[in-house]
């Protein structure tokens, strides 16, 4: 859930409260959004994906708000990360795009499925 | 009903969803030369399942044999409901029309040396339709849930109206042809980005006249931590322990799904299941940062290393969003039975390409594309072939949760939301079904369903949670009728009082109806009328 907006880095555009799909956020006085619905927030970092000033942070419980203070989150380096990881803070580095690895997706989820597949098989021979 | 809205807008053709299908649906219809309006209930570029994923696509190049392959292949497993025609059409519209989005999307390499195009990231593939679409001149209202059809005298359709949630007023526009993409429902299980997923299409069609097909197929889930909803990526090769670090006996994923859920599901409704990541393979150990972040912020953010650490794990229930039913397709151009009114995506039936079963992410993603394609198009044809009846009055079809029947004494059903999930997606119920538990199941979500349509109603924000509501309500009401009728188990629909498919059955099952719910096999004249009992 949404948990925390850094009012000493929020600029005010108000993008996080249109990015939110679900609600969660309401124009506020003064420019800072204000968190309205926490009920309705599903956790699913569109906010932080879409704030260019690295001002929101989103603890991992989709049902509790409260598990990480602000300080911590900052101190972990975890406020920024998730719009780094994607690349959206910075150009492609040249010759490789941010998606250059995109495409193991699939063959890797395959590769997990059969070596489910062979565990479970290897596992069935014994207990026979 | 809903405050009148201000003077509305005007269309040839208004999409109402936000996702995948609704923006290529808008783009197709912007191409054909119509005047285009999207709504949406959220963000266009953040909502719907497609956002927070990865979807690829179904993905067959035009040499001699490969696709009539993939196609029997596909069809084989489909349990004798899937359409080749529609296969056919999928795997052609999307290999055609994927490639059109490289100005806006940064496709990249293939790992072999070519372009990568079947497979794209969420985040970046809705931001890419988003700028595809406004380039197109489409018009794009955000936070515009829609409430309701609008509907002609002789009953075709006439536009939709709802409430602008930023600016707290009501919305309303006029339009020659309307596009459905409201996407599928999960009944709010949590699962990553289906909050808005309440199958608020559905009801709105049924009550201008729509029918449903293949709900009874809408039993899916999503494994995940049990804090947090995620993509499925990292989790295929896991193994599962119980509480006391005991070693689960589960049959591996993809090869035998229901095997692999049903012992999942078992398991956690004894206790805690955890899961273990240390087999999974070497390259997503060190890739998934790169392909999936999201990932993995759920488990850096707790402390834990996904790879090495044990961690609770639950499955999220799917609904009709991996699952397959949806309005029912009546014609080649995604039309559904009402006149002007077209469905695509995920608030379309998939059994055209998919059958009984989910058809995993590839083909539902490719059917999200080019329904939505082929559903934009046959709806600018429409519209622009009839011409504006702007002036012609209309009636609004909104009823449940909106126009209560008898006092409006209720203005918030979240009360009923446990007894709709617990009858359509409990564990329990939803993968091994039976006619008695179906029956109590229909008893709960009638009454539920009955409170709202009788009382329901609220202003402003409030109405759109409460409508929201009477759709979760109403969509499960047409999943347990359907599953109740559908005697028999086929594809994800497993009855353990009738375990085995029955030839006779092989047909797609139609479900509508408002007071009452109604079925009919579509091979068949016969409509049986459900009865509850009180």
């Given at each position: 859930m949404i948990a925390h907006i850094f009012e000493d880095r929020c600029t005010g555009c108000n993008d996080c409260v249109a990015a939110c799909p679900t609600h969660v956020l309401d124009l506020g006085e003064g420019g800072i959004p204000l968190?309205?619905?926490?009920?309705?927030?599903?956790?699913?970092?569109m906010c932080e994906l879409y704030c260019s000033a690295d001002a929101i942070y989103v603890a991992p419980e989709q049902d509790d708000a409260g598990s990480v203070t602000a300080h911590a989150a900052l101190a972990a380096g975890h406020v920024g990360r998730l719009r780094h990881d994607y690349g959206w803070d910075r150009a492609p580095p040249s010759g490789q795009g941010h998606l250059s690895d995109f495409w193991q997706l699939g063959p890797l989820l395959r590769e997990g499925a059969e070596i489910a597949a062979r565990r479970y098989a290897a596992r069935a021979r014994t207990r026979d | 009903m809903a405050s009148i809205a201000p003077t509305p807008l005007i269309a040839d053709v208004l999409i109402i969803g936000g996702g995948m299908a609704a923006c290529w649906a808008a783009i197709a219809a912007a191409g054909a030369g119509a005047q285009v309006v999207l709504v949406d209930k959220g963000f266009v570029g953040t909502s719907g399942v497609t956002a927070t994923g990865g979807p690829n696509h179904w993905w067959v190049a035009p040499e001699p044999g490969k696709r009539e392959a993939a196609i029997e292949e596909r069809h084989a497993r489909s349990f004798g409901l899937a359409d080749r025609a529609w296969m056919a059409r999928i795997i052609e519209e999307t290999w055609r029309t994927l490639p059109t989005l490289a100005g806006y999307y940064p496709f990249d390499g293939d790992g072999k040396g070519g372009t990568f195009f079947s497979g794209v990231r969420g985040p970046e593939y809705m931001r890419a339709l988003r700028r595809f679409a406004s380039d197109r001149g489409v018009t794009i209202l955000d936070h515009h849930p829609a409430l309701e059809l609008l509907l002609h005298s002789d009953g075709s359709v006439a536009g939709a109206a709802g409430h602008a949630r930023l600016a707290g007023a009501g919305w309303a526009v006029r339009a020659g042809a309307v596009v459905l993409a409201t996407g599928g429902c999960a009944f709010r299980s949590g699962l990553i980005g289906s909050y808005g997923n309440t199958g608020d299409g559905l009801l709105m069609a049924v009550e201008a006249g729509a029918a449903l097909s293949g709900?009874?197929?809408?039993v899916s889930y999503s494994l995940s931590p049990a804090w947090n909803s995620t993509r499925t990526l990292p989790y295929f090769a896991a193994r599962f322990f119980d509480r006391e670090g005991q070693e689960l006996d589960v049959p591996p994923p993809m090869v035998g799904e229901a095997a692999h859920l049903r012992a999942l599901a078992q398991a956690m409704q004894r206790g805690p299941v955890l899961a273990d990541l240390t087999d999974a393979p070497e390259q997503l150990k060190q890739r998934l940062r790169h392909i999936q972040p999201a990932s993995l912020a759920p488990f850096e953010r707790r402390g834990l290393d996904i790879f090495q650490d044990r961690f609770p794990v639950s499955l999220f229930g799917e609904g009709t969003v991996r699952g397959t039913g949806g309005l029912r397709i009546a014609g080649e151009g995604c039309?559904?039975?009402?006149?002007?009114l077209y469905a695509a995506g995920d608030s379309a039936t998939r059994e055209l390409v998919a059958g009984a079963t989910s058809g995993g992410g590839a083909q539902n993603a490719a059917w999200a594309l080019t329904s939505g394609r082929i559903a934009g198009a046959a709806a600018a044809a429409r519209a622009l072939k009839s011409g504006a009846r702007h002036h012609a009055s209309v009636t609004r079809a909104g009823r449940v949760g909106?126009?209560?029947?008898?006092?409006?004494?209720?203005?918030?059903?979240?009360?009923?939301l446990e007894s709709i999930q617990d009858a359509t997606i409990g564990y329990d119920n939803a993968l091994w079904r039976s006619a008695e538990k179906l029956e109590k199941g229909q008893i709960a979500v009638e009454s539920a369903w009955r409170t709202i349509a009788e009382h329901g109603r609220a202003q402003g924000l409030a109405s759109v949670a409460l409508r929201e509501h009477a759709a979760m309500a109403s969509v499960a009401r047409w999943v347990l009728a359907a599953a109740h009728a559908r005697n028999e188990s086929r594809g994800m629909h497993m009855r353990v009082d009738k375990p085995t498919a029955d030839p006779a059955q092989e047909s797609r099952l139609l479900v509508g109806g408002l007071d009452r719910v109604w079925t009919r096999f579509e091979n068949s004249e016969h409509r049986s009328c459900v009865e509850i009992a009180a």
């Amino acid at each position: 859930m949404i948990a925390h907006i850094f009012e000493d880095r929020c600029t005010g555009c108000n993008d996080c409260v249109a990015a939110c799909p679900t609600h969660v956020l309401d124009l506020g006085e003064g420019g800072i959004p204000l968190v309205a619905r926490i009920d309705q927030c599903q956790t699913c970092f569109m906010c932080e994906l879409y704030c260019s000033a690295d001002a929101i942070y989103v603890a991992p419980e989709q049902d509790d708000a409260g598990s990480v203070t602000a300080h911590a989150a900052l101190a972990a380096g975890h406020v920024g990360r998730l719009r780094h990881d994607y690349g959206w803070d910075r150009a492609p580095p040249s010759g490789q795009g941010h998606l250059s690895d995109f495409w193991q997706l699939g063959p890797l989820l395959r590769e997990g499925a059969e070596i489910a597949a062979r565990r479970y098989a290897a596992r069935a021979r014994t207990r026979d | 009903m809903a405050s009148i809205a201000p003077t509305p807008l005007i269309a040839d053709v208004l999409i109402i969803g936000g996702g995948m299908a609704a923006c290529w649906a808008a783009i197709a219809a912007a191409g054909a030369g119509a005047q285009v309006v999207l709504v949406d209930k959220g963000f266009v570029g953040t909502s719907g399942v497609t956002a927070t994923g990865g979807p690829n696509h179904w993905w067959v190049a035009p040499e001699p044999g490969k696709r009539e392959a993939a196609i029997e292949e596909r069809h084989a497993r489909s349990f004798g409901l899937a359409d080749r025609a529609w296969m056919a059409r999928i795997i052609e519209e999307t290999w055609r029309t994927l490639p059109t989005l490289a100005g806006y999307y940064p496709f990249d390499g293939d790992g072999k040396g070519g372009t990568f195009f079947s497979g794209v990231r969420g985040p970046e593939y809705m931001r890419a339709l988003r700028r595809f679409a406004s380039d197109r001149g489409v018009t794009i209202l955000d936070h515009h849930p829609a409430l309701e059809l609008l509907l002609h005298s002789d009953g075709s359709v006439a536009g939709a109206a709802g409430h602008a949630r930023l600016a707290g007023a009501g919305w309303a526009v006029r339009a020659g042809a309307v596009v459905l993409a409201t996407g599928g429902c999960a009944f709010r299980s949590g699962l990553i980005g289906s909050y808005g997923n309440t199958g608020d299409g559905l009801l709105m069609a049924v009550e201008a006249g729509a029918a449903l097909s293949g709900m009874e197929f809408s039993v899916s889930y999503s494994l995940s931590p049990a804090w947090n909803s995620t993509r499925t990526l990292p989790y295929f090769a896991a193994r599962f322990f119980d509480r006391e670090g005991q070693e689960l006996d589960v049959p591996p994923p993809m090869v035998g799904e229901a095997a692999h859920l049903r012992a999942l599901a078992q398991a956690m409704q004894r206790g805690p299941v955890l899961a273990d990541l240390t087999d999974a393979p070497e390259q997503l150990k060190q890739r998934l940062r790169h392909i999936q972040p999201a990932s993995l912020a759920p488990f850096e953010r707790r402390g834990l290393d996904i790879f090495q650490d044990r961690f609770p794990v639950s499955l999220f229930g799917e609904g009709t969003v991996r699952g397959t039913g949806g309005l029912r397709i009546a014609g080649e151009g995604c039309e559904t039975s009402v006149e002007g009114l077209y469905a695509a995506g995920d608030s379309a039936t998939r059994e055209l390409v998919a059958g009984a079963t989910s058809g995993g992410g590839a083909q539902n993603a490719a059917w999200a594309l080019t329904s939505g394609r082929i559903a934009g198009a046959a709806a600018a044809a429409r519209a622009l072939k009839s011409g504006a009846r702007h002036h012609a009055s209309v009636t609004r079809a909104g009823r449940v949760g909106l126009s209560p029947s008898s006092t409006a004494s209720l203005d918030d059903a979240r009360e009923f939301l446990e007894s709709i999930q617990d009858a359509t997606i409990g564990y329990d119920n939803a993968l091994w079904r039976s006619a008695e538990k179906l029956e109590k199941g229909q008893i709960a979500v009638e009454s539920a369903w009955r409170t709202i349509a009788e009382h329901g109603r609220a202003q402003g924000l409030a109405s759109v949670a409460l409508r929201e509501h009477a759709a979760m309500a109403s969509v499960a009401r047409w999943v347990l009728a359907a599953a109740h009728a559908r005697n028999e188990s086929r594809g994800m629909h497993m009855r353990v009082d009738k375990p085995t498919a029955d030839p006779a059955q092989e047909s797609r099952l139609l479900v509508g109806g408002l007071d009452r719910v109604w079925t009919r096999f579509e091979n068949s004249e016969h409509r049986s009328c459900v009865e509850i009992a009180a």
